[in-house]
């Protein structure tokens, strides 16, 4: 199972945050990637400096023929599609979309390195990491997780998505605001 995240806190080409969102899962499906399911969308709390918009986010589970190189390569076409600009880390954006997990593979990781270490680790541009070294940071990617494939278990860490919850639903930063009513 592959795991994309999605999310968007600006209008663009593409409209508003929510539309944004769900013609991401649309675009997915047209470049090879079979949506198998697809989560609730939830408004979240900007993370990072600066004020921003809140984010719209959602995860879907797929499916691919394309190794991760190649699928990273068509998540950024369509990043650029919906009128993505790469200013910065932490900043507002049209569409993003992050490579969670694909399958149980393990790449880009530091064997000698704690997993909470790797969360602060940026991976230079084009890299390719799996799992994402954020993801049991962040509750906007682990709520959506856990609405699509609860018992998923992180394959670092070993923690499932419904324990990665647990910890998470008190944090402060991206946290979730409410479950938006859309569909993809």
Not at 38 to 67: C, D, E, K, M, W
Not at 140 to 168: E, K, N, Y
Request: hydrophobic share 45%; net charge positive; aromatic share 6%.
């Amino acid at each position: 199972m592959l795991l994309i995240a999605i999310g968007s806190n600006l209008n663009g080409p593409w409209g508003t945050p929510v539309e944004t969102a769900a013609r991401a899962v649309r675009a997915l499906q047209s470049c090879g990637v079979a949506v198998t399911r697809t989560s609730r969308f939830y408004r979240t709390a900007p993370i990072g400096p600066g004020r921003q918009a809140p984010y719209v986010n959602l995860l879907v589970a797929a499916r691919s023929h394309l190794p991760p190189a190649a699928l990273l390569m068509v998540l950024h076409r369509i990043e650029a599609k919906a009128g993505r600009v790469r200013a910065g880390r932490w900043r507002e954006r049209t569409l993003d979309l992050d490579l969670i997990a694909y399958h149980r593979l393990v790449l880009g990781w530091d064997p000698d390195r704690d997993p909470a270490r790797m969360a602060g680790a940026v991976p230079r541009p084009g890299a390719v990491v799996v799992p994402h070294p954020r993801l049991h940071l962040r509750p906007f990617v682990v709520r959506p997780l856990v609405d699509i494939a609860p018992l998923w278990h992180h394959p670092v860490t070993g923690d499932s998505a419904s324990g990665l919850w647990l910890r998470l639903k008190r944090q402060a930063d991206g946290r979730i605001v409410e479950v938006i009513n859309a569909a993809a």
